[in-house]
């Protein structure tokens, strides 16, 4: 068995029911998917359009992307014919930029609005308030080609695990605000993306469903082979 199946199998006997592990492959080769692969691993997550096109081009179909870096409206184009998640939404600007494209495409995108609650400056997303303001606003509603399935947030980069627990239990709560304010009869609305290889365990004890998963996954082999 090769450390990445390895690996995936050691992650998978650590979920809570009914969370799905996304493999983030950014920066690795495409024989690295092709390896998680082959034990039965289909969710991917790229934060580039530019590497996610290069290697959905050349790996199986059935493969379920889901994009996690910033999205720039002008890029969305390239990876609207497949894309399965938008996680990154921060933007009504970039919901309906997502709408148009995924409407050429005759398809509709599932798409996270991603939320800020951590410490630090530079990480993208909307304040609560901004979200709150935007599904009060209501222009997302006409927007037949996206179908917003919940919210994504990252905790702040810290030892301090308390902290962590906190912000990820602010997005759970987030989560519960939206879901009883504008989403109750929408059973799309169900998704909160939460969690990464350090602290994934704390996000699953907070409500994540979906955790993204990188270095844990194909870290050790990449630097390994350094
Ligand atoms: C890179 C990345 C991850 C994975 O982080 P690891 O620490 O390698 O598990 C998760 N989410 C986002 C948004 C990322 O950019």
Redesign the pocket.
């Known amino acids: 068995m090769s450390a990445i199946v390895e690996a995936i199998e050691e992650y998978r006997a650590t979920l809570t029911k009914g969370v799905e592990l996304i493999a983030?492959s950014?920066t690795f080769p495409k024989e690295y998917i092709e390896d998680a692969y082959t034990c039965g691993q289909r969710h991917f997550?790229e934060?580039k359009v530019q590497e996610l096109s290069d290697k959905a081009e050349s790996l199986p179909k059935d493969i379920k992307w889901h994009f996690?870096?910033h999205m720039q409206t002008n890029k969305i184009k390239y990876i609207a014919p497949y894309i399965y998640m938008i996680h990154s939404v921060d933007s009504l600007k970039v919901l309906e930029a997502i709408n148009k494209e995924a409407a050429k495409n005759q398809r509709t995108i599932k798409v996270l609005m991603q939320i800020h609650v951590a410490q630090e400056e530079t990480k993208f997303g909307l304040l609560p308030e901004e979200l709150y303001a935007l599904l009060d606003e209501g222009k997302w509603k006409e927007l037949n080609n996206v179908s917003i399935c919940g919210l994504m947030g990252?905790a702040s980069f810290t030892d301090d695990m308390q902290q962590v627990r906190n912000e990820f239990t602010t997005i759970k709560n987030i989560f519960d605000t939206c879901k009883g304010k504008y989403f109750t009869d929408n059973s799309d609305f169900c998704e909160i993306s939460m969690g990464?290889?350090?602290d994934y365990k704390i996000a699953m004890e907070c409500g994540s469903t979906l955790v993204?998963?990188?270095?844990?996954i194909f870290?050790k082999r990449y630097y390994q082979m350094q």
């Not at 993204?212 to 844990?216: E, L, Y």
């Open positions: 983030v950014k997550g934060n996690i870096g990252m990464m290889t350090g993204r998963i990188g270095n844990g870290g």
